[in-house]
């Protein structure tokens, strides 16, 4: 269509409106009877309010309208809109409209496409309804009009005045109200007129609108709609600072833009180049030279071409750039050489640490391993368990010295959110990769020496299971691609040498413990505790504070009080800790220049350290009856534990006392069960066990006990007191006992035979198939003791129990009933 007829055709359409309005302006308004009565048609209106003299259209639907609409343009009348209560209500009755109704001029109807009519009216006057005349086929009520004040008063005026300019106001900040509004606004000289127009003009609400054509008053109507007006104004006022304040924003970025456009075109002018990207070409080369494998290169190169089609200030482009240069620097292939040279490595681990035999053999082979099989990938992944200070970290120090490996540490102590092992995803602000790829980059190789401290204090919750996570870390089969929440791609692990350490075992969970070999690291007995402080603890504290060239030395005597009186632990660092304190002290009378000391001999010590801390248990003096030596392990090493047991009249119960744990309480029953299969043999009278109560205590009530090793222990100390005879005071033992009297294996037998060495017995009592354990026992030890291996109850009891009876055995009273049989 050419732009000729387009013109023509809107001109036809605006002639056709024009046409129409004047239709609505040649039907008369109904004549009022001598009452100001009139009698009209009625058209309902749903959700629609017209004003008077207001031009409006509306849509004919219903039947009824459509036959009140037709009826008035064919005797050329007027009709009466009135507007429903309820929108809803299609067959509306007399109660179902308001009171107040318009009279209105219909122009004529126009086809809809779907059906309905649309028609322009025109508002003429209120109406007041009176009554209704009929309501079939069409409504038809009759009205009294409703005349309205001409001549505005003094307060009127200054009312249309302020309305007048809260609506110029209005006028200026909404952009759907035409400027010509308030141009006729002005010349409107009625208050009605004024109110109606100015409403018909804003986009008030349906309850406002209905509002004002309720309030007959034409003053009070302005005073209505002066505080529609000003609410509007506020709401414009506010919706315009927004619109500013984004538009503000929208020119500053443009302006930033175009600065930038300017300043970029500027610099390549000059040959300079822009800055970003610059940057840009700069990391593009760092990715090719890093010599990243194929998967990581492409991921790389893809980032930085993205980064180079973003501008400079989006906020993706630092998280890009991070994620980038973690790609680059983390060790993808770099590694170090391994030195394979078996016997340096000996001799570094000689050196640093003493004892620890097992860990060494299995680093030495180890290392053997791939000096025959240099392509070797798998790693050992090793588990070193012992308790606090025996040298575990300081160990895989030294095995990363021995191999020419980096070191790096991680502590697990208290982590319990998985994202701390795998990292966040990276649509998590300040996401990072997790502490395995962190300390993967720090160690700047791929085959570093890799040392996870304390996994078994890994602990869960909502936030996830680290130690679930840590089963793809430590598993030879899938290390090789680990996968990091950050990364997004597998990360080579393989090469890796993993250790880790633990206190106990319990705590990791099964899973975890398949994937890696323990070494237990027991703790260490005196003789050894004297060693590492001869060639390590002593020299290293001269040394840190300073008096090598006093020539102090320490006594063996005084070393072994100071383990004995002031240590107590499986490991070296309170004794480190004590030997340091004298050395401060030798310091300290050297800068006074007092006399100080060069050799540390034991009647010192107490002058040096104070008085006795640790008060070893010590063996029993005498024989005694109901009294039997145990040997017992803990954390700290191997200790001796006295197990007392009393005998009282009552009911044949069996009471144990001294915080025994449940596998404890157990052995002494099993005890007491054995016993009582063997009392005709061992010569106690069964009614014993129905008319005494049997009391089994040991010493130290505040300590928890627990363990199955007791059991020959508690069952010689019960046989001892139901006999009356005495145990040699001399004689320790240690074993599990079954219902037939069998003695079973224990645990920690090296740490209980040398403290019954320190605790100058001369016997020991063990089960046979324990004595496997004494390979590494010292000498001095087993010179000193006699070590007796048993496999059943009756050999102990001939060994610890004396023949003859030193103490009445208990014998059960008679009773009166027994008397009178008599």
């Known amino acids: 269509m050419s732009q000729h007829n387009l013109h023509e055709e ?286 990581p290169r492409k991921v790389a190169l893809k980032e930085v071409e993205r980064l180079n089609q973003m501008p400079p200030m989006a906020p993706e482009v630092g998280i890009i750039r991070t994620y980038i240069d973690w790609i680059i620097d983390l060790p993808w292939t770099n590694a170090t050489p391994d030195n394979l040279d078996v016997k340096n490595a000996a001799r570094i681990l000689e050196r640093d640490h003493y004892g620890l035999k ?47 490996r980096k070191f790096v540490r991680v502590s697990l102590g208290g982590v319990r959110d998985e994202a701390e092992i795998r990292g966040h995803r990276r649509t998590y602000i300040g996401a990072l990769p997790g502490r395995i790829l962190q300390t993967m980059k720090r160690a700047g190789t791929a085959n570093p020496l890799f040392m996870l401290d304390e996994i078994d204090k890994l602990y869960s919750d909502f936030r996830g299971d680290p130690a679930s996570a840590m089963l793809e870390v430590l598993d030879p089969e899938q ?105 401060r002290k030798v310091a300290r009378l050297r800068a006074e220049g007092r006399k100080h000391p060069t050799v540390i001999a034991p009647e010192g010590i107490e002058k040096l350290l104070g008085p006795q801390q640790v008060f070893p248990p010590e063996a029993e003096r005498q024989d005694e009856v109901g009294v039997v030596t145990s040997l017992a392990w803990t954390e700290t090493g191997g200790e001796i534990m006295p197990v007392e047991v009393a005998v009282l009249e009552g009911k044949g119960n069996l009471q144990m006392t001294g915080q025994m744990g449940d596998v404890m309480q157990e052995s002494g029953q099993a005890a007491l069960t054995y016993i009582k299969s063997r009392a005709a043999a061992l010569k106690i009278d069964m009614e014993v066990f129905e008319r005494f109560d049997i009391h089994v205590h040991m010493p130290e009530g505040g300590i928890p006990k627990d363990g199955p090793s007791a059991g020959i222990t508690m069952a010689t100390a019960i046989v001892s007191a139901l006999t009356g005879r005495s145990v040699f005071r001399q004689v320790g033992m240690t074993g599990e006992i079954t219902l037939r009297g069998r003695i079973l294996p224990v645990g920690g037998v090296r740490e209980k035979v040398l403290a019954a060495h320190r605790a100058g017995l001369k016997t020991v009592i063990l089960p046979e198939k324990n004595m496997k354990d004494l390979i590494e026992l010292p000498k001095t030890a087993k010179a000193d003791l006699k070590i007796i291996p048993v496999k059943h109850m009756d050999e102990v009891l001939g060994i610890a129990l004396s023949e003859k009876v030193v103490v009445p055995p208990p014998r059960p009273k008679k009773r009166p009933e027994e008397s009178h049989e008599e």
């Open 358 to 404: 097992k860990a060494k053999e299995r680093i030495l082979e180890y290392i053997a391993v791939r000096s025959l099989k240099p392509k070797k990938e798998r790693q050992p992944i090793l588990c070193f368990v012992g308790p606090p200070g025996v040298g575990k970290t300081s160990l895989g120090r030294s095995i990363a010295d021995a191999l020419g």
């Open 10 to 295: 809107e001109g036809q359409f605006d002639l056709t409106l024009s046409q129409r309005t004047e239709e609505l302006y040649r039907i008369p308004s109904l004549e009022p009877d001598p009452n100001g009565l009139i009698e009209a048609l009625v058209l309902p209106l749903r959700d629609l309010v017209i004003y008077p003299r207001m031009v409006s259209p509306i849509f004919v639907g219903r039947e009824s309208s459509l036959l009140a609409v037709q009826e008035a343009q064919r005797k050329v009348q007027t009709v009466i809109g009135l507007t429903q209560r309820d929108a809803e209500v299609d067959d509306p009755g007399m109660e179902d409209f308001l009171p107040i109704g318009v009279e209105m001029a219909v122009g004529r109807l126009l086809n809809m496409p779907d059906g309905s009519y649309s028609a322009l009216v025109q508002g003429r006057r209120r109406v007041e309804i009176v009554e209704f005349l009929r309501l079939k086929p069409c409504l038809k009520v009759r009205a009294r009009v409703i005349h309205e004040l001409q001549t505005p008063d003094r307060q009127t005026q200054a009312l249309m005045r302020s309305v007048l300019d809260q609506f110029d106001r209005c006028v200026q900040l909404d952009r759907s109200i035409p400027e010509e509004a308030h141009l006729f606004a002005l010349n409107i000289a009625e208050p009605g007129w004024l109110a109606d127009m100015i409403a018909t003009s804003l986009a008030l609400d349906y309850e406002a609108k209905l509002k004002l054509l309720m309030i007959l008053d034409p003053k009070a109507r302005l005073q209505q709609l002066n505080t529609l007006l000003a609410q509007e104004v506020d709401v414009l006022e506010l919706e315009d600072e927004i619109h500013a304040r984004v538009q503000n924003e929208v020119d500053k970025s443009q302006r930033e833009f175009y600065l930038r456009e300017q300043m970029r075109q500027i610099q390549t002018e000059l040959g300079e180049g822009d800055v970003f990207t610059r940057d840009t070409l700069d990391l593009k080369k760092k990715v090719e030279a890093a010599g990243l494998p194929e998967e």
């Open 479 to 583: 290390n090789h691609a680990f996968s990091d929440h950050y990364l997004e791609m597998p990360f080579d692990l393989s090469k890796v040498m993993f250790i880790t350490t633990a206190n106990s075992l319990g705590t990791i969970p099964p899973p975890l413990l398949d994937r890696m070999e323990v070494i237990e690291f027991p703790g260490y007995i005196e003789e050894e505790k004297l060693e590492i402080a001869n060639r390590y603890l002593i020299p290293r504290q001269i040394e840190e504070n300073g008096i090598e060239s006093l020539g102090v030395t320490f006594d063996e005597a005084a070393l072994r009080r100071i383990i004995r009186e002031y240590t107590y632990e499986a490991g070296v660092r309170n004794l480190e800790r004590e030997i340091g304190r004298i050395c």
